[in-house]
């Protein structure tokens, strides 16, 4: 291991040291709590950007936000993980509100209107290129009107609303909404230049009924109703 590289890691370790001596000055009773098990009241599904830390744009401390991040905050159904992570959050930890978080000068919205060949990269981003699918009149004018920025900012909006919206169709969030009126789906995004979050105010119950011709389950659905 080359001695920049020990280094760079001797310093995380450095760093650990401090910020528990940190925590256990503020209370001596942190990590007792933190190891006696998580109950937080938000899922967070954000992008990997390394610039968008979930816990400390949201002011949250550790054991406050179940967190889930992937390139560019996408929510495919088929896609194990993301599945898996709300339906823990849902089911087992109770979240009283699931955040789909994305942030301007994305790279994987960038690399998706992009026309180059990204590899293994490809199928996930076309997830985001079908947003830009449903979208297309909208986002073109954008682009006429104001030019390529612009447009990669109302796609990074557009695909937070969208992927929201794949959060919204889960039977996890559906089943947990009708037996216990949470959690609530939201749409924020993240910028950059300030670090203020911006709430894209989803109307969770409105999205809800929207989706309930074509995404209830008819099982439970017919034995409970509708979902709002």
Not at 20 to 38: C, E, H, I, N, Y
Not at 94 to 117: P, R
Not at 171 to 184: D, G, H, L
């Amino acid at each position: 291991m080359s001695k920049y590289l020990r280094e760079s890691q001797s310093k995380i370790f450095a760093n650990n040291k401090a910020w528990v001596a940190s925590k256990v000055a503020a209370d001596p009773t942190f990590f007792k709590k933190l190891a006696s098990g998580q109950q937080p009241d938000y899922l967070y599904i954000g992008c990997s950007d390394s610039r968008v830390p979930a816990n400390e744009i949201m002011g949250l401390d550790a054991g406050e936000v179940f967190v889930h991040r992937n390139i560019a905050n996408v929510v495919p159904n088929t896609d194990l993980n993301v599945m898996s992570v709300i339906e823990y959050a849902v089911v087992h930890l109770h979240v009283k509100h699931i955040i789909v978080c994305g942030h301007y000068n994305c790279g994987g919205i960038a690399a998706a209107l992009s026309h180059s060949d990204m590899g293994l990269l490809n199928p996930w981003l076309r997830n985001i290129r079908d947003v830009y699918r449903l979208h297309e009149k909208e986002l073109d004018e954008v682009f006429e009107k104001h030019g390529e920025e612009a447009r990669g900012k109302k796609l990074v909006e557009l695909n937070v609303l969208e992927q929201a919206k794949n959060v919204i169709k889960t039977a996890a969030v559906q089943k947990s909404w009708m037996e216990n009126r949470y959690p609530v789906v939201h749409g924020w995004v993240f910028d950059l230049k300030d670090g203020l979050l911006n709430d894209l105010e989803i109307d969770f119950e409105a999205e809800l009924q929207g989706i309930k011709k074509i995404y209830n389950l008819e099982g439970w659905m017919s034995r409970k109703g509708s979902v709002v």
